[in-house]
Structure formats: structure tokens, C-alpha cells
């Protein structure tokens, strides 16, 4: 059964989760230098089926824009004119970097780890955005 990647866009860093085959349960995949994200898309949907792409939309606390909603919605008509046989998805990803950091707290993570927002942040927040496209389906 083909997998379902969702993508935590930042403008530095973005990261990736992907579901199990079963598409039941949405894993941290990894943390990739944006410039670097098609080039490891292409890679990656050659060597895995995937059924669907789900963009992380930024919102603020009000449902309005934010400077990255922009560079999102670019990046949605890129995925669809690069890979048109694979659906792409927004999902709202308000509070997940505040869901992320509170689930390396209750995971133990050390305070020294989680201000070395090397990716692990970026990864977790991508699995909560997935994990929460899941639930709606």
C-alpha cells in the first residue's frame, strides 16, 4: 500500500513524515535543508509509493496568512506539476511546533537536545501535522 508524506516547510529547514504501508500510524522521516527538498522528493518517491503529500499551512492564532502561507501555497503548485499522479494536501499547522516541543518534554528529552532545534522539532511537528491529516480521513 503506498505511504503518505507530509512536509513542516521552513525557510531554512524542512521537515518529513511518512505513514507506515498501512498508512495507520505517520513516523518522522527526516529533517532536510529546504533547498534541498525537491531534489530528496524525487529521490525518495522513486524508491517509495506515494499516495498523497500533505503541506503544513501556516496560519496565526486568527486563521490569517503568514509570511510562510506564501512560500506554501508555491510549493503546493510545484509538488503538483512535478508529481501530478500524487495528490497534495494543506493541512492547518497551527500549535504543532508548540505540540512538538511539549512531546520532547514528556518524551524526556533534555533541555540541551531541545534547544538544538537541529530537526528534531521540524520532523516531530511534520509527524503531528500527518498523524492529524490521518485522524480526518
Do not use: W
Not at 99 to 125: F, H, T, V, Y
Amino acid at each position: 500500500m503506498p505511504r503518505i508524506l507530509a512536509i513542516d516547510l521552513g525557510s531554512k529547514r524542512t521537515g518529513l513524515a511518512v505513514t507506515d504501508p498501512l498508512q495507520l500510524v505517520a513516523n518522522p522521516l527526516e529533517t532536510i535543508p529546504t533547498q534541498d527538498l525537491l531534489p530528496f522528493l524525487k529521490k525518495y518517491t522513486s524508491s517509495e509509493e506515494i499516495e498523497a503529500i500533505v503541506l503544513g499551512l501556516p496560519r496565526n492564532l486568527q486563521g490569517e496568512a503568514t509570511q510562510m502561507t506564501k512560500p506554501v501555497h508555491d510549493l503546493k503548485a510545484q509538488l503538483e506539476s512535478e508529481f501530478p499522479a500524487i495528490s497534495i494536501h494543506l493541512m492547518d499547522e497551527r500549535f504543532t511546533s508548540k505540540m512538538a516541543m511539549q512531546s520532547m518534554i514528556s518524551m524526556g528529552s533534555k533541555k540541551k537536545d531541545r534547544r538544538e532545534k537541529s530537526g528534531n522539532l521540524d520532523k516531530i511537528s511534520a509527524t503531528i501535522i500527518l498523524q492529524s491529516f490521518l485522524s480526518q480521513k
